[in-house]
Protein backbone atom coordinates (compact mmCIF):
# COMPACT_ATOMS: atom_id res chain seq x y z
CA UNK A 1 0.00 0.00 0.00
CA UNK A 2 0.93 3.62 0.12
CA UNK A 3 1.44 4.01 -3.52
CA UNK A 4 1.55 7.95 -4.62
CA UNK A 5 1.75 8.80 -8.53
CA UNK A 6 2.59 12.17 -10.21
CA UNK A 7 2.44 12.73 -14.06
CA UNK A 8 3.95 13.61 -16.25
CA UNK A 9 7.50 12.00 -15.15
CA UNK A 10 9.16 14.09 -17.56
CA UNK A 11 8.42 17.74 -19.23
CA UNK A 12 9.95 19.77 -21.48
CA UNK A 13 8.31 23.33 -22.15
CA UNK A 14 9.14 26.82 -23.70
CA UNK A 15 10.04 29.37 -21.63
CA UNK A 16 6.64 31.58 -20.76
CA UNK A 17 4.55 28.60 -20.76
CA UNK A 18 2.68 27.35 -17.98
CA UNK A 19 2.91 23.08 -16.61
CA UNK A 20 1.04 21.10 -13.86
CA UNK A 21 1.62 18.60 -12.19
CA UNK A 22 -0.59 15.86 -10.51
CA UNK A 23 0.52 14.50 -7.60
CA UNK A 24 -2.25 11.33 -6.39
CA UNK A 25 -2.39 8.95 -3.41
CA UNK A 26 -3.06 6.01 -5.08
CA UNK A 27 -4.43 3.54 -2.42
CA UNK A 28 -4.90 6.16 0.66
CA UNK A 29 -6.63 9.54 1.60
CA UNK A 30 -4.45 12.38 1.79
CA UNK A 31 -5.63 15.93 3.34
CA UNK A 32 -1.87 17.07 3.57
CA UNK A 33 0.32 16.72 0.56
CA UNK A 34 3.55 18.53 0.39
CA UNK A 35 5.77 20.21 -2.99
CA UNK A 36 9.18 19.71 -2.33
CA UNK A 37 12.20 20.78 -5.11
CA UNK A 38 15.29 19.68 -5.56
CA UNK A 39 18.21 20.46 -6.66
CA UNK A 40 20.94 18.43 -8.13
CA UNK A 41 23.26 17.00 -5.47
CA UNK A 42 21.06 18.90 -2.71
CA UNK A 43 18.56 18.20 -0.44
CA UNK A 44 14.42 18.24 -0.87
CA UNK A 45 13.65 21.76 -0.26
CA UNK A 46 10.04 22.28 0.95
CA UNK A 47 7.99 24.45 -1.51
CA UNK A 48 4.67 23.83 0.04
CA UNK A 49 2.18 22.17 2.52
CA UNK A 50 -1.00 21.42 0.02
CA UNK A 51 -4.64 20.87 1.96
CA UNK A 52 -7.53 19.53 0.92
CA UNK A 53 -10.04 22.19 0.63
CA UNK A 54 -8.13 24.98 1.82
CA UNK A 55 -5.55 27.28 0.81
CA UNK A 56 -1.73 25.90 0.22
CA UNK A 57 0.89 26.75 3.04
CA UNK A 58 3.93 28.34 1.07
CA UNK A 59 7.37 28.36 3.00
CA UNK A 60 9.36 31.85 2.87
CA UNK A 61 10.82 32.91 -0.20
CA UNK A 62 8.30 30.58 -2.50
CA UNK A 63 6.39 32.74 -4.99
CA UNK A 64 3.02 31.50 -4.28
CA UNK A 65 1.61 33.41 -7.69
CA UNK A 66 4.30 30.95 -9.56
CA UNK A 67 3.73 28.00 -7.89
CA UNK A 68 -0.31 27.54 -8.36
CA UNK A 69 -1.54 24.81 -5.40
CA UNK A 70 -4.54 22.89 -5.60
CA UNK A 71 -5.61 20.21 -3.42
CA UNK A 72 -8.83 19.43 -4.68
CA UNK A 73 -9.88 16.13 -3.35
CA UNK A 74 -8.48 13.32 -0.65
CA UNK A 75 -6.19 12.59 -3.11
CA UNK A 76 -5.15 14.67 -5.72
CA UNK A 77 -2.95 17.59 -5.59
CA UNK A 78 -1.54 19.62 -8.48
CA UNK A 79 0.78 21.77 -8.83
CA UNK A 80 0.99 24.79 -11.95
CA UNK A 81 4.19 26.63 -12.84
CA UNK A 82 2.99 29.58 -14.57
CA UNK A 83 5.00 31.53 -16.93
CA UNK A 84 7.86 29.47 -16.22
CA UNK A 85 11.76 30.31 -16.94
CA UNK A 86 15.13 27.95 -17.38
CA UNK A 87 15.78 28.60 -13.48
CA UNK A 88 12.64 26.84 -12.54
CA UNK A 89 14.15 23.99 -14.25
CA UNK A 90 14.20 21.16 -11.38
CA UNK A 91 13.12 18.08 -10.22
CA UNK A 92 9.39 18.60 -8.36
CA UNK A 93 8.63 15.91 -5.82
CA UNK A 94 5.66 15.48 -4.06
CA UNK A 95 4.68 13.70 -0.89
CA UNK A 96 1.36 12.58 0.21
CA UNK A 97 0.75 12.21 4.14
CA UNK A 98 -1.79 9.57 4.55
CA UNK A 99 -4.79 10.79 6.87
CA UNK A 100 -4.09 9.46 11.00
CA UNK A 101 -0.93 8.51 10.17
CA UNK A 102 2.88 10.88 10.08
CA UNK A 103 4.76 8.47 7.12
CA UNK A 104 4.82 10.41 4.30
CA UNK A 105 4.73 8.72 1.20
CA UNK A 106 6.74 10.36 -2.12
CA UNK A 107 5.61 10.06 -5.61
CA UNK A 108 8.42 9.37 -8.57
CA UNK A 109 9.40 13.12 -9.27
CA UNK A 110 8.36 15.36 -12.32
CA UNK A 111 11.95 16.53 -14.00
CA UNK A 112 10.88 20.00 -15.48
CA UNK A 113 13.09 21.72 -18.35
CA UNK A 114 12.40 24.80 -19.15
CA UNK A 115 14.23 25.86 -22.82
CA UNK B 1 16.45 27.55 12.65
CA UNK B 2 15.59 24.07 12.17
CA UNK B 3 18.40 22.06 11.55
CA UNK B 4 19.24 18.67 10.24
CA UNK B 5 22.80 17.21 9.47
CA UNK B 6 24.07 14.05 8.21
CA UNK B 7 27.34 12.42 8.01
CA UNK B 8 29.42 11.06 6.36
CA UNK B 9 28.18 13.08 3.42
CA UNK B 10 29.77 10.06 1.41
CA UNK B 11 31.01 6.90 2.03
CA UNK B 12 32.26 4.13 -0.26
CA UNK B 13 32.48 0.21 0.74
CA UNK B 14 32.71 -3.20 -0.38
CA UNK B 15 29.84 -5.34 -0.58
CA UNK B 16 29.63 -7.60 2.66
CA UNK B 17 30.88 -4.73 5.23
CA UNK B 18 28.46 -2.80 7.75
CA UNK B 19 27.87 0.68 7.30
CA UNK B 20 26.80 3.42 9.65
CA UNK B 21 24.91 6.51 8.81
CA UNK B 22 24.68 9.10 11.46
CA UNK B 23 21.61 12.32 11.45
CA UNK B 24 21.87 14.96 13.98
CA UNK B 25 19.06 17.40 14.55
CA UNK B 26 18.50 20.55 15.93
CA UNK B 27 14.65 21.56 16.00
CA UNK B 28 12.05 23.23 18.06
CA UNK B 29 9.59 21.38 18.00
CA UNK B 30 10.87 17.15 17.04
CA UNK B 31 7.99 14.75 16.74
CA UNK B 32 9.47 11.90 14.34
CA UNK B 33 12.77 10.92 12.85
CA UNK B 34 12.61 9.67 9.23
CA UNK B 35 14.81 7.62 7.34
CA UNK B 36 14.70 7.71 3.28
CA UNK B 37 16.90 5.86 0.54
CA UNK B 38 16.68 7.82 -2.55
CA UNK B 39 17.81 6.11 -5.76
CA UNK B 40 17.51 7.68 -9.03
CA UNK B 41 14.16 9.52 -8.53
CA UNK B 42 12.03 10.00 -5.48
CA UNK B 43 12.58 9.09 -2.11
CA UNK B 44 11.76 5.83 -1.12
CA UNK B 45 9.80 5.56 2.92
CA UNK B 46 12.32 3.24 5.20
CA UNK B 47 11.60 3.43 9.12
CA UNK B 48 9.75 6.10 11.15
CA UNK B 49 11.10 6.37 14.79
CA UNK B 50 9.11 8.30 17.15
CA UNK B 51 10.62 6.94 20.66
CA UNK B 52 14.20 7.06 22.03
CA UNK B 53 16.21 3.78 22.29
CA UNK B 54 13.44 1.36 19.95
CA UNK B 55 15.21 -0.19 17.30
CA UNK B 56 13.48 -0.84 13.80
CA UNK B 57 14.20 -3.18 11.81
CA UNK B 58 13.87 -4.34 8.29
CA UNK B 59 16.23 -7.06 7.04
CA UNK B 60 19.50 -5.95 6.97
CA UNK B 61 18.48 -2.48 7.92
CA UNK B 62 17.77 -1.04 11.40
CA UNK B 63 17.72 2.28 13.09
CA UNK B 64 17.80 3.88 16.27
CA UNK B 65 16.97 6.83 17.78
CA UNK B 66 18.47 9.05 20.74
CA UNK B 67 16.58 11.84 21.91
CA UNK B 68 19.09 12.44 24.82
CA UNK B 69 21.51 13.04 22.05
CA UNK B 70 19.48 14.41 19.68
CA UNK B 71 20.51 12.04 16.93
CA UNK B 72 19.75 8.84 15.41
CA UNK B 73 21.86 6.11 13.39
CA UNK B 74 21.03 3.95 10.48
CA UNK B 75 22.82 0.36 10.23
CA UNK B 76 22.89 -1.69 6.88
CA UNK B 77 24.90 -4.87 7.72
CA UNK B 78 26.11 -7.60 4.53
CA UNK B 79 26.06 -4.48 2.58
CA UNK B 80 25.11 -5.23 -1.47
CA UNK B 81 25.29 -3.31 -4.58
CA UNK B 82 21.66 -2.43 -4.20
CA UNK B 83 22.06 -0.74 -1.10
CA UNK B 84 23.90 2.41 -3.17
CA UNK B 85 21.82 5.39 -2.75
CA UNK B 86 21.43 8.28 -1.09
CA UNK B 87 19.89 7.88 2.65
CA UNK B 88 17.89 10.79 3.78
CA UNK B 89 16.98 11.71 7.32
CA UNK B 90 14.36 14.17 7.86
CA UNK B 91 12.32 15.36 11.03
CA UNK B 92 8.96 15.67 11.62
CA UNK B 93 7.74 18.68 13.26
CA UNK B 94 4.88 18.79 15.66
CA UNK B 95 2.03 21.67 14.14
CA UNK B 96 -0.28 22.03 12.28
CA UNK B 97 1.40 20.95 8.91
CA UNK B 98 3.59 18.34 9.79
CA UNK B 99 6.19 19.59 7.88
CA UNK B 100 9.81 17.64 6.69
CA UNK B 101 13.57 18.81 7.63
CA UNK B 102 16.02 17.25 5.45
CA UNK B 103 19.70 16.50 6.02
CA UNK B 104 21.71 16.70 3.37
CA UNK B 105 22.00 13.22 2.62
CA UNK B 106 24.50 10.44 2.86
CA UNK B 107 25.64 8.95 -0.59
CA UNK B 108 26.43 5.57 0.08
CA UNK B 109 28.32 3.46 -2.44
CA UNK B 110 28.46 -0.07 -2.70
CA UNK B 111 31.63 -1.58 -4.53
CA UNK B 112 31.67 -5.63 -5.84
Known amino acids: GAVVSQHPSRVICKSGTSVKIECRSL??????MFWYRQFPKKSLMLMATSNEGSKATYEQGVEKDKFLINHASLTLSTLTVTSAHPEDSSFYICSARRDYMNEQYFGPGTRLTVT | EDKVVQSPLSLVVHEGDTVTLNCSYEVTNFRSLLWYKQEKKAPTFLFMLTSSGIEKKSGRLSSILDKKELSSILNITATQTGDSAIYLCAVGLQGGSEKLVFGKGTKLTVNP
Open chain 1, 27 to 32: DFQATT
